[in-house]
């Protein structure tokens, strides 16, 4: 009788479990923001990469970054952050640990400036509503 016991508690205990996976999967997409995503594909663009997030600074969780890379066989490799897939930075990366970093540095700047740009134009938007009027005249 003790063993029924046990095996009905464990078969509610999973019943309850696969349920509540169920209706948290139903409960829409889950989106996490904040994220730096290193897709590249060599030792220098991981070393890019790495340097990127060292630098970067900021405690904002509205979008997603995205680093990139492309190989170039005659030239190195080309490096391209997006912000939530918006084109943000693109430039050549040579093999020399002083330009990666100095790259790195420089695609945070232009990130930054980009995030920037952003936010000044949404509070632009936003000061400039018009709350009077149907918006025709």
Request: charged share 20%.
């Amino acid at each position: 009788m003790k063993n029924n016991t046990s095996i009905t508690v464990i078969l509610f205990f999973v019943l309850m479990f696969l349920s509540t996976q169920i209706l948290w999967a139903q409960s829409g997409d889950v989106e996490i923001d904040g994220l730096i995503i290193d897709q590249t594909k060599s030792k220098m663009g991981h070393d890019f990469a790495s340097n990127f997030s060292l630098f970067w600074e900021t405690a904002a969780t509205e979008y997603n970054i995205v680093i990139d890379e492309q190989s170039d066989f005659r030239a190195g490799s080309w490096v391209s952050i997006e912000i939530n897939g918006n084109l943000v930075f693109k430039a050549l990366l040579k093999p020399n640990v002083e330009q990666i970093e100095s790259l790195a540095k420089e695609a945070v700047a232009d990130s930054s400036k980009y995030l920037a740009r952003q936010n000044e134009a949404i509070r632009n938007l936003e000061q400039d509503k018009d709350m009077m009027g149907n918006g025709i005249q």
